[in-house]
């Protein structure tokens, strides 16, 4: 058995838990903040069994897109005599960031 967590961009959550529920996979979702941009991401977990990793990779895989944003970043250099001033930034958000645990013992009351 395995544990599967899946750090994805929020707009993509709902349509890859429809489809990971379509295959059979048991979902549970939680909401998380990254930590640069300090915006809302999903974690997604899932416990399956070692055969069923690859495809529930690829599921996350084709679905979880990279695209490019405008965000703004606050400066970090900034002294009581500077004002405050946020500046915009292009950055790489969606994409999957997908972890695979062992588990050592499993039990479903």
């Known amino acids: ?3 599967v967590m899946a ?3 929020d707009e993509d959550a709902f349509h890859i ?3 990971l529920n379509e295959k059979g ?3 549970t979702k939680l909401a998380s903040t990254g930590g640069f941009l300090r915006a ?3 974690t997604l977990i899932c416990g399956v069994t070692e055969e069923r990793i690859p495809e529930l990779v690829d599921i996350i895989e084709k ?3 990279s695209r490019k944003q405008i965000t703004s970043v606050n400066s970090t250099h900034v002294n009581a005599t500077e ?3 946020p500046y915009p930034v292009e950055v790489t ?3 999957a960031t997908i972890f695979v645990l062992n588990v050592e013992d499993f039990k479903k009351v």
């Open 83 to 85: 004002s405050y001033v």
């Open 40 to 42: 809302g991401n999903t």
């Open 17 to 19: 838990m429809d489809l």
């Open 7 to 9: 750090i994805i961009h």
């Open 1 to 3: 058995m395995k544990l």
């Open 63 to 65: 679905k979880c897109k």
């Open 25 to 27: 996979y048991s979902v």
């Open 93 to 95: 958000v969606g994409g």
